[in-house]
């Protein structure tokens, strides 16, 4: 049975870009379960009223009406024990550090640079929505938040060192492969991949590679992704 997921889409249909849509998308394919990824906008909320909520990634599998990333992958590892595991309990226990950390670091520094051409790659009505919702959270213009990026990416390099260094000695934080952490992690890359044409990483940091991994798993997946080649 193939499991439906509401998808965060741009203007173009096919330009799927939420940090935690990709931390689902990724963990379904390590679970190798179909799914079908249907695009989802902003303002589509009428769409996944159904979850009693009004955020991506929502899936239905079976009927089955699960929402919120993390609360998705603890069901897949609960629903599919006999697939390749997420995490194990330890290592949902770790993960949750994981997910702290790219929530407010890696996450936040990259919406310091992201969020205006994040904007320009919604619909119009999109557009508005996002701009009134996003100002008002950072109490500014999308611009002024975005401004003096070249300055800024320095400094945001400099926040990836404890990611860095983990992964100068190991492929992956799961260790030999990778693990609900690494997805987590490579959701908010992925995110600034698939709508900016920020050099976030430099080409010789381990994250570069960690991340060039990632892309190519599961035959590309996230690879072939409509974005940016960063
Ligand atoms: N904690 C949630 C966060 C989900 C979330 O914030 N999704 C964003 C897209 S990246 C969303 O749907 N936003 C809708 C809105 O801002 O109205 C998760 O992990 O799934």
């Not at 929402?67 to 998705?72: G, L």
């Not at 670091?105 to 919702?133: H, N, P, T």
């Not at 890359?189 to 430099?202: D, I």
């Amino acid at each position: 049975l193939t499991i439906t997921l509401y998808d965060l889409a741009g203007a173009e249909e096919d330009r799927r870009f939420s940090p935690y849509c990709w931390r689902t998308r990724l963990a379904l394919a390590h679970k190798d379960l179909a799914v079908d990824a249907v695009p989802w906008h902003f303002t589509d909320k009428d769409a996944i009223a159904f979850s009693g909520q009004g955020r991506v990634p929502v899936i239905v599998d079976d009927g089955e009406v699960v929402f919120d990333s993390w609360t998705i992958a603890d069901y897949l590892d609960a629903t599919y024990p006999d697939r390749p595991v997420l995490a194990s309990p330890a290592e949902r226990a770790l993960a949750k550090f994981v997910s702290a950390w790219t929530d407010t670091v890696v996450q936040g520094g990259i919406a310091r640079l992201i969020m205006a051409d994040v904007w320009a790659l919604l619909r119009e009505k999109d557009q508005v929505y996002f701009r009134e919702s996003r100002e008002a959270r950072f109490g500014t213009t999308l611009e002024a938040f975005c401004a003096g990026r070249d300055e800024k990416i320095a400094a945001f390099r400099q926040s990836l060192a404890p990611l860095r260094l983990t992964l100068k000695d190991q492929p992956y934080l799961g260790g030999i492969s990778p693990n609900y952490a690494d997805y987590i992690v490579f959701g908010a890359f992925q995110w600034a991949r698939c709508t900016s044409k920020a050099q976030l990483l430099a080409e010789d940091d381990p994250v570069f590679a960690w991340r060039r991994r990632l892309l190519d798993a599961f035959d590309g997946l996230a690879g072939k992704a409509l974005g940016y080649k960063v």
